[in-house]
């Protein structure tokens, strides 16, 4: 994975509020208004946050809905709903640290959401929420399934959603969020057990610098998750009539969800150290086995090839009996294999002895 | 050990208190219904939760214990009993983290008891408790020995347990099931004492591989253990009428042994390391001898072979008496073993004297 | 990077106060005086801090900025605005913690920028600020871009800042100080990516050099920012009238930008860990292939020296039909070149098995 | 040091307060009674805890000291003094972490003392204390020097001891406990300089089995002095009539040695951490030294030893004038000589300037 | 530097409060009483605290320094002075954590300083401070320049120090002695540099020799500052009237000081820890150089050596045509150099195409 780039800023010191589009929109944003209650739902598709009414009127709920970040979408924002700029710089700025902020009449949420592609590679998605008395307002950064599956709970008017407020929508869609961490995580899970059996079997290269990405990954999910955690309890233990009593314990859940994914990343983490430490030992312990039998066979060779290397002296018979006699004796030669015959056998022995073989 | 998959969870976006059974159950939860009191105790079995008087009877205690989670046993707490259905889903998903939490009129527990099998595998088994004023129920995932004993005494009506109200019963399984932890720890203490003792008597290969095992299952007893800690230190401070007063000094002792186990686990997981660390010095140490002993023989007998080469060239006596005149000498061949002992002798004494031997 | 040398510090005993200059000032410093409200800014350049009217009168706002340290412009801080003569001694002595102290009519912050230079080295740069009622004051340790953009907005009256009170003013340029560490940041991670990609590729010595000097500049700004969130936190939370309360939810904003920093700073020095992990095992890998063709080579003409050694020797044929009979065998010679390439060919298969090759 | 086996435990799920003597004793436990105050000590020994006068009269100390785990002397505790029957349980079971406990009229106090003996090895010795107004009964596991010093001076009546309540006693007991560590740590200390010179002089094998016996040693005092340090702190802090106001500036000077003995733990445990690296890198160091040898050995010679090689051969002069007409030169074999001599100087030059040599 | 002996302690049981004098003191203590006020100041020399008048007259403030431990001097401090018996302990037995405790009538400052020697080695000076209403006593275990500045200020009467209080003297005491700490991290730091720099060019031995003493001495300035942070810490927090309030400013700044010596010592810890990591991948890149060379040219010359082996066998001509008719051949002896030219080639080829050279 390539790293995000660290901000998109404008130069230190610009004024603040400034809005840096990440990316050039090559569309503009699509902007729907969900109005619901127990009665239905109607939605429609709205050109700018200036056809939105606002305050909502009372006993509707209305979820505003922008996905990409076009100047049209969010320069309303703050002229509309009377959003702070500092707040409109972060919905925009990508690369944000998770977190909660409260204010007079709304409160601000972001999250970021790491996603494995199927490729491998993974991807974050950043998710802003504003959480007013019967509005939310989400601002997504491209088009993605992040939450079909509760935008089909809330068309198809399955369980409680349509009879309570924003509040326990805004939930299900952080809800919705955090759990998309699992799959992720899941699928780590069994990268890590793939090369840990791999590594059992046959150290190689290619294994360690898969293992070398996990933990790149594992980093990357833990530097979204701790925030992610920080964030959720603050949401839990917000005051105030945004968050209704009873979202609280479903909002307690959540939390769970964000300490489990941080449990699961830690302990993948350390998994992956030991797995270092295991590659590590097994590609010093295979060198042994090489450095073992290059010893053993140069060891009992060395003595062998010095001693046939002494009877190829061309020390002259002529010179006199002391030159080289036991060329000359019948049980010369036999006596030589004898000899080197020996010196092996006592060598495998000494080895053997010493374990090494 | 494998892991225990991270969840068995819907697609991320499902409605929260949607259940999701583990496993198929092949058979029907098995459901007991135990009433006692000073005067005695009456044992029966019931079809569904909805035999189950409700509220209680004051006067008497009640223990409803489900084993196995079939939709039938389950579906009925959040019904009958008024059970959030977040607490129905966290009963049903296997692989929470131990934890405490409050409601009106009930607290709900739940503990991830983690123990060695006899073949060196690790099983995990989650067990929830849902303590009302006068009724315990218990839901385990499958039928085990957890809680034999503690059955035993109830049973057999020793002790105190009859007398006093199902907040005690609960202590008691709570702390059976965190007993469960100390032979587990045990054994694996035991394995790593083996370990350290093989180690250093013989550093191969296979003991790492069990060291490796051993710290994979410290890991996994590690993350059962802390957040157990919290959740029986959440439980020793709880305020209200269910935990009664009297109860509370024995929930100080099983938090004394959480702590313990925590101990244990921290204190072996650090002998684990120092043992990593132990085995790497060793396999160095032995590659070293290794090396020693070829250098040595290699440094011999390198130069005792090209002084046999020399005197192995044809250079003809022909060509003059510069020609290789030592072949010729009365003394030549003897001078040259007297040359080749010298260097031989001069080598050791030099290995010697640098301590290489 | 070179180290700032410790503290240029007096003599351990030395009066408190005494007033050390870091580096002889080449010029005198510079002492600039701007005065601004919604009506307009007017800027001069003042000689001693004697000529700025103090207490300054209300409804105008009042810039005093030093750049230098000069005894002429500093000496003057304690006599004409009651500074301490702790907090003057901290402006002088370069190398101070980021830190906020609150006096009775100000407060005193310290901030310390660390950029990175064209050429790749770093440099720090010391700021300090003693924020009155309607009066700012900035000491800079030498004339630098750090305030340009904040200067031209003052000056171009764009955006609300001169609308507002010099606290205002402090906060753009605390943001901006901050926000100097991003480039910076960016540098960096760019940096450690290249490495990581060079090290895949070809981990040479030369990398390691390079990862060990980013770790170092890491060290640095880690060393650099950890206080600097401390400050601005402890900013944040100041009571009382010279933080007003608008500025304070821009203060939460670089806050947040701080921990963003730090958040990024700490991923970084993970990642580099890692990248020692990898070029270690890189390295001990390219060993191991060396490793493995020497023995290869090594131990399969080992052996087949030794043959050919053998037939080296001088044994007579004169001697008797035992010494060595096989050179006068017909096939004597074809015979020895198979059983050298059986030998070959074994040995290659027992690589090939052990998976060597 | 063998582990202490982890806990003695009955099976998980037995009733809790079911007492388990750890070790069948021999002997019955010796019980002794000491009266003291102003007036005067009396002492005498008692057969069981049922001839102590309880309530103890007021305007006297009473010390009343087991040694031994005899069922007898414990079992009484309960029925006589009230004591909680976990407390029972704890003081039999060994292998407590140390800890301290606040019950209506009395205090618990468990105390772990490690001690290295002479051989060696080290041992434990659980103390317990049970403080009540005017009564101190303290069980130690077996009989030892632990409280001598204490002991012979409240039986000569040196000091004010015998004018105080049981709480100094109490105070007395702790402080000679704690400070048993230090003697131990003196000597830990002094292990470790010495294996600290012998590594920088000759680093070996068996020095650095030492080093893990010290750090092992060292993991079993951090165990037992952590929760010492919070058991004292407790200590001091306790409210009540217990603990004397005169007596708690005591007890403030063994919480500063107990911080006193963790320091020293833990600077004790890095020094061998940074013993680790050192032995590493001096084994290390002294492989490359071995490797450096043969490497000057090796590449001088082999090129030698295959140029005698060459002339080894046997081209038939008869084949004609291209067939090693070197062998037949007047100064060829002074000339391979030369040549010899040169490619040997030319290495020596080449390993000189790349400063291996 | 050798360790301090642990604790020069009397055996575990002693009577709290007996003093142990750690070295016989050669010379007498020296005892000299200043005093002092806006008037002027006058100093003498006294023979015993018997002859300081206390409590001191007020409107005047009184130093009493005593230099060595002698047990006339100090023996007369709890009789005097009202101090604790342990207090006086503390101020005896050397190897005190620095601390601050509170008494009634005083305060009790230890602050222990580690300063390098000319010879490199390190020596601790503990200090202990009595601060009273208008009187402060120092403790210093022998003569040293410790306080000597602060001192000549006194005497000199510059700055304002005798126009206040005591608690301004114990305050430029404290800091004096604190600043003790910075040029010896200087030192330290510009060692831990140097051998940084010959670390990269150059990595020996002994450079990590030096690094392990650097380490070491880190670790002793570590021991000493934590500690010391905490002390001032809690300096600055002191309630009631013995620091005055103008004092605090200055003790705010001791602070920071402190925690600018822990953040030098940190920061060097660090670095020295990368330091480690440098050598220890300098030495095994060294190593692999020196494989390098050793395997490429065994590599090339084993093969070689093996062809020259074979035309060195003496099969003989007369067995038959198959035997060794390459001897024979009128090209026979150029071909075999072309072959070995050959072999060389493609291996060097080989060699580079891997980058191996």
Redesign the interface.
């Known amino acids: 994975m390539?790293?995000r780039?660290?901000?998109k800023?404008h130069?230190?010191?610009?004024?603040?509020g400034t809005l840096a589009f990440a990316v050039e929109p090559a569309a503009p944003a699509r902007i729907t208004l969900l109005t619901y209650g127990e009665g239905g739902l109607s939605e429609r598709s709205v050109a700018s946050t200036a056809e939105v009414p606002f305050p909502t009127p009372a006993g509707q709920q209305t979820w505003l809905r922008i996905v990409g970040h076009s100047p049209e979408a969010l320069g309303g924002l703050s002229a509309r709903f009377g959003v702070?700029p500092?707040v409109v710089e972060?919905i925009v700025d990508l690369g944000q640290?998770p977190?909660v902020?409260e204010f007079d009449d709304h409160l601000f949420i972001v999250v970021d959401v790491v996603r494995g592609r199927p490729d491998g590679s993974m991807e974050e998605e950043q998710v802003s929420f504003l959480l007013f008395e019967n509005l939310l307002i989400t601002v997504q950064e491209r088009e993605s399934d992040l939450?079909?599956?509760?935008e089909e709970?809330l068309r198809a008017g399955?369980?409680k959603?349509r009879g309570l407020a924003v509040d326990y929508l805004a939930y299900?869609l952080v809800?919705?969020?955090?759990?998309?961490f699992?799959?992720t995580?899941?699928r780590v899970?069994e990268r890590i057990?793939e090369i840990e059996e791999e590594l059992?079997a046959?150290p190689d290269?290619r294994n360690?610098?898969r293992l070398?990405e996990a933990?790149?990954d594992l980093?990357r999910l833990r530097?979204a998750t701790w925030?992610l955690r920080e964030a959720v309890a603050k949401l839990e233990r917000i005051d105030g009539s945004l968050v209704r009593e009873g979202t609280r314990?479903?909002l307690?859940?959540v939390y769970?969800h964000a300490?489990?994914i941080i449990?699961?990343v830690e302990?993948s983490r350390?998994?992956t150290s030991?797995l270092?430490?295991?590659?590590?030992?097994s590609?010093?312990?295979?060198?042994?086995?090489?450095?073992?039998?290059?010893?053993i066979?140069?060891?009992i060779?060395?003595?062998?090839?010095?001693i046939?290397?002494?009877?190829?002296?061309?020390?002259?018979?002529?010179?006199?009996p002391?030159?080289?006699p036991e060329?000359?004796?019948?049980?010369?030669?036999?006596a030589?294999w004898a000899v080197m015959a020996g010196i092996s056998v006592g060598m495998l022995w000494m080895f053997r002895r010493?374990?090494?073989l």
């Not at 060329?327 to 036999?334: C, H, I, N, S």
């Open positions: 390539r790293r780039s660290v901000r800023v130069p230190p010191g610009t004024a603040p702070h500092l972060d640290r977190k902020e939450f079909r599956l509760v709970r399955r369980g959603m299900a809800d919705a969020a955090v759990d998309h699992f799959p995580l899941e899970g057990d059992l046959n290269r360690f610098e070398h933990k790149r980093l530097k925030p314990v479903w307690r859940d769970d300490v489990q449990d699961i302990t350390e998994t030991e270092v430490d295991l590659y590590l030992s590609v010093s312990n295979r060198m042994n086995e090489i450095m073992k039998v290059l010893t066979i140069a060891t060779f060395i003595p062998l090839t010095f046939v290397g002494v009877y190829g002296m061309n020390f002259s018979a002529e010179a006199g002391l030159s080289m060329l000359r004796w019948r049980w010369g030669y036999p030589v010493r374990r090494w």
